[in-house]
């Protein structure tokens, strides 16, 4: 099991924060973020109000990216250090991967996520890749509720969607998604573009060319092994997920955009809806699992109930229901969130006074994230794995009759014995069939 590991990113000003006068209310402090609210500062101590005036989030990272002359500036190879080779050291391990951005518009989403495609492009990028390695990608756009192939060419004057479904043990998937296949690095970084070209945009009041959809990029990456001397695929994918903004739609500035704001306000609402249920129901799990732990010491003075929980509230308590289907993207996210994958959220906020709210949400959301616990495993082959464990029974059964061999024999040992010794006799029947199918 894993916690979703939590980064918030506070970009510069902005140009227009500048012109009208913004003010810097948010602050880093190691792996503290700290957000002041001017309101209530400027006050009378004490005065009709008794809200705090700095609240304080604890995070896995927070970067500084507000001065580059600060000295705790964090550049965006900074951020590529720590995030971006925990992404591909873990799908390298054969781990699924999810990372996602989320703020509201103009907070830095995009480029946090995907920064300058040409800075990441080196030498050895151009080199094909090793025979073992085989990669594919695809790119889609979540937008009003619809999901559209960004890397598909179709007739503009005819908008269509594709099918999200569930595979019962894949989980969700697009129906009809195209999948490129790759050679070398180069190549994932022109699909990216050309997807991101392809990418539905409109003017906002906060700024001129935001995103108005959410997109996933995966990256599906699989790798030839050697395990048990048995010919194996080890399969990961990374899913790298830049949501539309996360501020309310300004009614009087977009009446052309109701839709669409509804609907980008209805996706990250069940989102939040999401992750705060994970995060109680994770939370809810650990309170269970430690007053089990408490009990079972024997001096705890619990009673322990037939059942082995605790008589008491606590362990018994069932878990909340999760809506992942009231939206495409959590739907699409099911796996990425409390399922099958290491998952990483960037939350990037503005420092200026004037998107306290945002930046305040922003923050709650983030601080939500960080109670959800996935559980990761490596994705290999069945049959390699079904070959492993029943080697390490082997291993125990035999370990076990050696025990009993160096006893002296009852009558009650011996057919133990003669039990352990079949046992271990249909293990390495099935291992050699299984072994004769790889």
């Known amino acids: 099991m894993a916690n979703v590991r939590v980064a918030v990113r506070v970009r510069p000003l902005s140009k227009r924060e500048i012109k009208e006068g913004g ?39 927070c970067y500084w990216s507000v001065n580059p002359e600060d000295p705790q ?12 080779t925990e992404v591909l050291s873990g799908a390298a391990k054969g781990y699924n991967i999810c990372l996602f951005a989320y703020g509201q ?69 697009v129906q009809g998604l195209s999948q490129h296949v790759v050679t070398n690095y180069k190549q994932v970084i022109q ?39 048995l ?10 997920v830049d949501l539309a903004g996360s501020e309310r739609a300004d009614p009087s500035y977009c009446k052309d955009r109701i839709t669409e704001g509804a609907n980008i306000n209805k996706s990250l609402v069940t989102l939040g809806i999401v992750i705060s249920t994970l995060a109680q129901n994770s939370q809810a799990f650990s309170s269970c699992q430690s007053l089990n732990s408490a009990a079972s010491d024997g001096d705890s003075g619990i009673p322990s109930s037939p059942s082995g929980t605790s008589s008491g509230a606590g362990p018994s308590r069932r878990q909340s229901y999760i809506p992942y289907r009231d939206s495409v993207l959590t739907w699409l996210l099911k796996d990425s969130l409390g399922g099958n994958s290491k998952t990483i959220m960037v939350a990037t ?25 996935n559980k990761p495993r490596v994705n290999e082959d069945a049959n390699v794995k079904l070959i492993r464990e029943l080697r390490e029974e082997i291993r125990r059964l ?40 790889s």
Request: hydrophobic share 35%; net charge neutral.
């Open 105 to 173: 518009t103009g907070s830095g989403k995009t480029y946090t996520m995907l920064g300058t495609p040409g800075l990441f492009i080196r030498e050895e990028d151009y080199a094909p890749l090793p025979s073992s390695c085989r990669i594919k990608v695809s790119f889609l756009e979540i937008y009003n509720e619809r999901v559209r192939d960004l890397l598909k060419q179709s007739d503009k004057k005819k908008s269509y969607s594709l099918r999200v479904r569930e595979h019962p043990e894949l989980g969700p998937y």
């Open 23 to 61: 003010r810097i209310i948010v602050e880093v402090d190691g792996n503290v973020a700290k957000i002041r609210n001017l309101k209530v500062d400027s006050r009378p101590d004490g005065f009709g109000d008794f809200r705090e005036k700095i609240v304080a989030f604890g995070f896995d990272y």
């Open 73 to 84: 500036y964090a550049s965006q190879d900074v951020v590529f250090q720590d995030l971006g």
């Open 398 to 437: 035999k370990a076990m009759l050696l025990n009993f061999e160096l006893r002296n024999f009852s009558p009650l040992n011996e057919e133990k014995d003669e039990n352990l010794k079949e046992l271990v006799l249909q293990n390495e029947l099935k291992v050699g069939i299984l072994g004769g199918h």
């Open 349 to 373: 906020v503005s420092p200026a006074h004037t998107s306290y709210s945002e930046t305040m949400s922003t923050l709650r959301y983030a601080s939500n994230a960080k109670h959800i616990i």
């Open 191 to 229: 699909l990216l573009e050309e997807g991101i070209a392809n990418r539905i945009t409109a003017a906002t009041h906060i700024h001129e060319a935001s995103s108005r959809s959410h997109a996933i990029f995966t990256i599906y990456y699989t790798q030839a092994v050697l395990e048990n001397n």
């Open 231 to 240: 010919p194996s695929e080890i399969a990961s994918k990374i899913n790298l």
